[in-house]
Structure formats: structure tokens, C-alpha cells
């Protein structure tokens, strides 16, 4: 079928099979992803899990909970912080990091999604 996609180039479309969104893009919808989570959350306990789906660690350690953006199962390299485990900071922690990519541009995530490329 190289001569649709030729065609179609020809028109100025270019065939993808996926849509190229950005790392700051899919941060941020994971941001809200997390913090729709939360809402949903009750106690600190349901923060306890077995599995690093979530921007929080699974289990707390000395009543501090580790927190990092997460994207594509892939944690963002300097992005991990460390809270006190109480749901709130654990959602204030997400909020502030939301604000974080939100106040990026494209642009700054160029070294993260090379990174990520080589891994």
C-alpha cells in the first residue's frame, strides 16, 4: 500500500499508525488519572497496593511514601519525591507536579523521551 501513503503525502497527510503525543502530554492526563484516583480513596490504606501502577509507591517506609510521575510504566527520571503518608500530601505532592508539567513546554521533554528511546 505504498502508493496510498504516497498519495495521501502528496496531499500533505502523513500516515501514522498511532497519534504522536508528547511526554508532557501524557503526564498530564496521567496526572489527572491519579488524582480521579485519589478521589475515589478513603484512608491511606488503599494507598498500600502490590504493583507501581500509580505515580505513589506501593508501600509506604517510615511513614513517608515515595512519589514520582510516571508514564508509559516508565518513572521520570528526577521527578521522585518523598511525603508523608497521609492521603492528603500524597495528593498535593500530584497536584504540584500537574502544575509542574502544566507550566512546561513541549520542548523541555526533549531529553526525558530520549532517554526513555535508548532504555
Known sequence: M???QNLMREEGLEP????STSLRSKLLVQADRMLKELGTYKS????DGSSSKYWWAPQSVDGQRRVAMRAGSKTVEGSAVYVNNTLADVRTAIEKM?????RSKDEQWAEEEERRRKK
Open 2 to 4: 505504498d502508493w496510498l
Open 44 to 47: 491511606e490504606e488503599e494507598l
Open 98 to 102: 500537574r502544575s509542574v508539567i502544566e
Open 16 to 19: 501514522q499508525s498511532s497519534a
